[in-house]
């Protein structure tokens, strides 16, 4: 079972002078308490009197990542305002700070509240978001791949740094974007970063179940989650992906209880959550639940989204987290393990495009 914590990074102490070490802290607990991966979400919006705060998640990945080992971070942008080669250029630098620990959180979500911002009012309402996304990331990934493995010789005796026979513009003209590359920044330490996508609502399913590596699905009960998940899986086949289609993420809110008595006023007053699932218990009954899940293969993980009173998320950790590891279902990040995020989620390394277009046919 893999573990997400989805810091949505809005609190009031998001951009005071204790950001830092609120971000060092919990990043540090994340990680010893054994999750794989830290999201950061975003929402580039700023509007009304009093905007919500948020820290730009690529300045909080490399802060974080230089106080983590293991963790997997995944940054947030939307594909409406950001270019293709400034995208791949800060997640493939990403990508090399972290030793391949990053992944990328693509949404393509445009609200005119941010268009006016970034000046691209034009571009906040595409006629289709999904396809104007799908050729964002096509060519994210083609730049990514611009740099084959061995591109660098580092030949003291020939005085060859590089290969140029294996660095390669992409020239890509399409529908929405016009990039010759290649990038300025060598291929990715994972080739690729896995891509995640946090659903808002059922209708980017199509694009995530053809595009996306981890899915966590809008969804707030234990129905929906597995209504989604299989929807996910059908569509990936579709698109040719029932080898390896995404992995399924159920978002949760967990309200633990100190007994059983407790555990029935918290599901009495817990707040409903329409985009994802409240939980409400003793510590081993939670750790029962997402047990459960996973053994039915109701889904690979869970992405936590902490309780909004005080002493929620300190009790998860402390309580449910050894309950679940008791029961086998976790295991904290070891030494050993495996040292890239793609590798801990039990995804391939891909083949870089340009050699596998490369590669003589045989017979």
């Not at 959180?105 to 445009?110: E, Y």
Request: a neutral charge.
């Amino acid at each position: 079972m893999l573990l997400a914590y989805l810091h949505r990074g809005a609190g009031p102490e998001a951009e005071t002078a204790f950001a830092g070490s609120l971000l060092t802290s919990l990043a540090r607990e994340v990680e010893r308490a054994g999750f794989d991966l830290l999201v950061f979400d975003d929402e580039p919006r700023a509007e009304a009197a009093a905007p919500r705060l948020r820290i730009d998640p690529f300045t909080a990945a490399s802060f974080v990542a230089t106080r983590t080992r293991h963790l997997g971070l995944a940054v947030t942008a939307d594909a409406a305002y950001y270019e293709p080669f400034n995208l791949a250029r800060l997640t493939a630098s990403l990508d090399h700070i972290t030793h391949g620990r990053a992944a990328l959180n693509l949404v393509h979500d445009p609200a005119r509240g941010a268009a006016i911002n970034f000046g691209v009012r034009d571009r906040a309402a595409p006629l289709d978001p999904a396809r104007h996304a799908r050729e964002f990331l096509g060519v994210v990934r083609a730049l990514w791949d611009s740099w084959e493995d061995d591109a660098f010789l580092r030949d003291k005796a020939s005085g060859r740094f590089v290969d140029g026979a294996r660095i390669h513009a992409i020239a890509h003209r399409g529908e929405y974007f016009q990039v010759q590359g290649p990038l300025n920044v060598a291929r990715p330490p994972q080739g690729q970063l896995p891509l995640v996508h946090v659903e808002r609502s059922a209708a980017s399913r199509p694009w995530a179940a053809a595009e996306a590596d981890i899915v966590v699905v809008a969804a707030a009960h234990e129905a929906g989650v597995r209504e989604a998940g299989e929807a996910l899986r059908a569509l990936a086949a579709r698109e040719g992906r029932d080898a390896n289609p995404p992995l399924v993420f159920a978002p949760v809110v967990p309200w633990v209880a100190g007994t059983p008595g407790e555990a029935e006023r918290l599901r009495a007053r817990a707040p409903f959550r329409p985009d994802a699932v409240v939980l409400a218990g003793t510590p081993d009954e939670i750790a029962a639940t997402l047990q459960d899940w996973a053994a039915r293969r109701i889904v690979d993980g869970f992405a936590v989204l902490p309780a909004p009173e005080p002493g929620q998320w300190p009790r998860f950790v402390e309580q449910v987290v050894p309950a679940l590891a008791r029961r086998g279902v976790i295991a904290p990040a070891v030494e050993g393990a495996a040292p890239t995020l793609r590798g801990r989620l039990g995804l391939a390394r891909p083949a870089n495009r340009h050699v596998s277009l490369l590669q003589p046919v045989n017979g």
